[in-house]
C-alpha cells in the first residue's frame, strides 16, 4: 500500500534518515520505534508530504507522493496525528472534527453527521462542546485521533498518540484503535510504550540513528539482539 | 563610459556606502531586538525621532555638538526602551490572545504615541541643525592634482560613518567577549536552553531592547547633522531597518551591515539614474525581492558556505 | 431575538436620518457605516483567518483610484468604480498574494505594509495616470444630500455584513480558523492552505476595495497620501477591529463607532486637533495589554474591569 524506497533526509549536514526502504501490507499496524532523535517524526514529516526527501521516492497505491504537498496527500487518503498535539486550540471540540470532515463532505450538514459519528466513535461525544484548549491531554491526544480520523483516511499516521496517558485512558485507546483497524484502516504508529506495542501491532521497524536496522514481527524483533541493545534495554530500564 | 559618467557613478557609489553605514546601525538595533525575541518592534524608527530630537535640543539650547550628544542620548534612549519592554511589552507577552501579531501591533501603538506626543510639541516644521561643517567635503583634486575625474566626501556623513563603525565595532566586542553579551546571543539562539543554562531571559530581553533602542538613537545623533527632522520622520526608518533585517538575515549582526550597505546602494543608485521619488519604491523591491529568493538573509548564504554545501 | 438583531439594527440605521439630522452628523454616520465596512472586511482576512495585514490601504486606495481615473480618463461616472474596483483590486490582491502569503506571521503583516507604501509611492510618480500629489478631483457631485451617499454605503454594508457572516459558517469559514489556529496542522488535514488564504485575501481587499471607490465618490477629491495612508487607513482598519473585536461579527461594528466618535471628539478640542494619534495609539496599547480580543471578544472581562471600579 506504501512503498518507501531509499529514503534519505538531510538537515543541513546532518542525516535524520539514511536509506530507509520499508513497504506497508493493507489493513496492518506497522509500528515504528527506536530511540529518541532516531528519525521516526522526521519520517513521518517526510510520508505526510512536510519535507521533501532529499533522496529516495515514496509510493502509495502506485502514485509517488513524495514530491506533492501535503494536503493532496491528505486528499489521497493518508491522514496524520502530532507528537505534540495540535488541536485548533479555540474551535470546539466538534468544530475541530466538522473542519477536517469538510474534505469529503459534500455539504456542511454531511460534514456534521461525519463529524457525530465520529465522535462517538471515539469516545468524544460528550465532550462536543467543549472548547479544545481546555480539554486534559488524554481526550486531547484522542481528538488528534477523531481529528485524522474525519478526513476518511485510508492510512492513518499515530505518533505517539499513548504517550502521557493514564492506565484506563490506555485502555480506551488500545480499543479504539483495534475498531479503527477492523474499519479496515492501515496504520503506521510511532510508539515507546512497549507494551502497546507488542500488543496491537502487526510488524515493526526498528530505527536507530536515521537507519533501520530491524524488521519483523513482535516476536522476531523482541528476539533480536542488535534491537536490544540499541532500545529495548533502555525502555524497559525506563 | 565617459569621465562625468564614471563620475556620477562613483559619487552615487560612495553616498550609498556612507549612507549604509547608517543603516546599518539602524538595523542592527532591529536584528537584535528581532533575534532575541522574534518581535518586531514596529517603533523602531520613532524611536530614533525621539533620540533626534534630543539632539537637536541640545544643539539648541546648549550648543552641544550633535556627535557629542551620541554620548547623551544613546544612554537615555537605552533606559527609555528597557522601560518600554517592561512595562508594556514584557506584560502583552503574558496575554492570552487570538491574534499572536499583537505584540507587533503594541509597537505600532508606540510608535504611533512617540509620533503624535512629536508632533503635538514640536509642531510639524522641518528641523536641522545648521553646524558649522554641515557642506564642507574633501575633495579628490586636492590631494591628487592630475586627477582625471572629480569625486568629493562630505564631511558629516563620512564622521557620521566613521562613528556608526566605531560604535558597531563596540557592539561586537560586547556581544562576543563579555559574558553578558555571550548571554544576549544564547538568548537569541536558543531562550529554552539559555533558561536553563541560569541566564536571566526576562532581564536578556529587557537588555536587548535597551541595547537596540541605544543603537538606534546613537544612530539618530549621526543622522541629525545631515537629515532633516520632523514628527513622522520615524515610518520610513522602521521600514528601513526591518528592509535590513530581511536582507541581512534575523538576528546576524553581519548581516545587518552588509544588508545596510547594498539597501544604501541601491537606494542611492535608484536616486541617480531613476528619480528622486522612486528611491522607496526601490527599498521595497529589494524586500520583497530578498523575502522571496533569500528567506534566510545574506546569514543564510554564508552559513551554508560553511557547511561545504 | 439575537437572530433579528442585524436586521434590527440594519432598519434602525435605515430610518436614522428620515428625523432630519444635520450635514454634519450625517458625515459621522457615512464615515462610521464605511469604516464598519473596511473592518468587517480586515476581519474577515485578519481576524479569522489569522493573516494580519498591514496594507489594507492598498485595497481601498486602488478602489479609490479605479472609480478616480475611470472618470479622468473615459469621462464615466465615478459610481462605475464600485463594480469595476472588485475587478482591479481583486487582481492587485492576487498578485499580492502570490507574493506574501508564503510570509507567516509578523513577515506577512510587514510585506503587506510594504506593498501598501510601494502602491503609495507609485501613485504619487506615476504622475500621468494619477495626478500625482495633485490628486483627482471629481468636479461635478451626484447629489447635493448626503443621504443617498449613506443609503449606498448602508446597502455595502449590509451585504457585507451577511456574506462576511455567510462564508464564516460555510466550509470556508472552518477552513480560516483551522488556519489561524495551526498552519501546519490545517494542511495535514487536507486544507490547501495557500488557496483558502489567497480566497480570504481577495474577499477582504475586494470589500475594502469598494469602500475606497465609494470614498472617491463619495469625498470627490482623493490623493495618494490620503487613500493609501499607512497610519490613517491601514492602522485604522486593524484598531477597528482589535477595539471591537476580533473573529467577532459585531466587533467592526462596536469598533468603528468608538473610533470615529472619538476621531471626532478629539478633532473638536482646538489643541489637540494633530494629537489624534496619541489617542488612538494609546487607546490601542490599552486594549492589547487590557482587552486583546476586543471590546466584544472579551466582553466578560470588560464587566469585570468595570465591576472592579464600582464599590460594591
Known sequence: MLDVKNISMFFGGLAALSNVSFSVVEGEILALIGPNGAGKTTLFNVVNGFYKPSHGDIFFNGTRISNIKTHRICRLGIARTFQVVRPLQRMSVLDNVIASAFMRAADKKRAEEIAMDILQFTGLYDDRNVISKGLPLGKRKRLEIARALATQPTMLLLDESFAGLNPSELNESIDIIRKIKAKGITMMIIEHHMKVIMAISDRIIVLNYGQKIAEGTPLEIGRNPQVIEAYLGEATNA | MTAPQIEVFLQTLIAGFLLGGLYALIGIGMTLIMGVMKIINLAHGELMMVSMYIAYWLFTLFGLDPYLSVFVATPVMFFIGVGLQKFLITPVLKVDSILPENQVILTVGIGMVLSSLAMLFFKSDYRSTPVSYATSAWYLGDYWKGSPIELSLSVPWTVSFVFALAITAGLWFFLTKTDTGKSVRATSQDPQAALMMGVNVDRMRMLTFGLGSALVGAAGCLFIPIYYLYPSLGGQFTLIAFVITIIGGLGSTAGAIIGGIILGVFESMTATYIGMGWAPVGRFAVFVAALIFLPGGVASLARKRKLGK | ?312
Open chain 3, 1 to 312: 431575538m439575537k437572530r433579528y438583531l442585524p436586521l434590527f439594527c440594519l432598519a434602525l440605521l435605515a430610518v436614522v436620518p428620515l428625523v432630519g439630522l444635520n450635514s454634519y452628523l450625517m458625515h459621522i454616520l457615512i464615515l462610521f457605516v464605511m469604516w464598519s465596512v473596511i473592518g468587517m472586511s480586515w476581519n474577515l482576512l485578519g481576524g479569522y483567518c489569522g493573516q494580519v495585514s498591514f496594507g489594507h490601504a492598498a485595497f481601498f486606495g486602488v478602489g479609490a483610484y479605479t472609480a478616480g481615473i475611470l472618470y479622468t480618463k473615459t469621462g464615466l461616472s465615478a459610481w462605475w468604480g464600485l463594480p469595476l474596483s472588485i475587478v482591479a483590486v481583486t487582481l492587485v490582491a492576487l498578485v499580492m498574494g502570490f507574493i506574501v502569503l508564503r510570509l507567516r506571521g509578523p513577515y506577512f503583516a510587514l510585506a503587506t505594509l510594504a506593498i501598501g507604501e510601494v502602491l503609495r509611492v507609485t501613485a504619487e510618480n506615476l504622475t500621468n495616470l494619477t495626478n500625482g500629489d495633485v490628486g483627482i478631483m471629481i468636479q461635478e457631485r451626484t447629489w447635493v444630500e448626503k443621504i443617498w451617499y449613506y443609503y449606498i454605503i448602508l446597502a455595502v454594508a449590509a451585504i457585507t455584513f451577511y456574506l462576511v457572516r455567510a462564508v464564516i459558517q460555510s466550509k470556508l469559514g472552518y477552513y480560516f480558523v483551522a488556519i489561524r489556529e495551526d498552519q501546519d496542522a490545517a494542511e495535514s488535514l487536507g486544507i490547501n492552505t495557500t488557496l483558502y488564504k489567497t480566497i480570504a485575501l481577495t474577499l477582504s481587499a475586494a470589500i475594502t476595495g469598494m469602500a475606497g471607490a465609494f470614498y472617491t465618490n463619495y469625498m470627490g477629491y482623493i490623493d495618494p497620501k490620503v487613500v493609501f495612508a499607512l497610519h490613517d487607513i491601514s492602522i485604522v482598519a486593524i484598531m477597528v477591529v482589535m477595539v471591537g473585536g476580533v473573529a467577532t461579527f459585531w466587533g467592526p461594528v462596536v469598533g468603528s463607532i468608538i473610533m470615529i466618535l472619538m476621531a471626532e471628539m478629539i478633532r473638536s478640542v482646538p489643541m489637540l486637533g494633530t494629537a489624534h494619534q496619541t489617542f488612538f495609539g494609546a487607546l490601542l496599547i490599552f486594549i492589547i495589554i487590557f482587552l486583546p480580543n476586543g471590546i466584544v471578544g472579551d466582553f466578560k472581562k470588560l464587566r469585570r474591569l468595570v465591576g472592579l471600579g464600582r464599590p460594591s
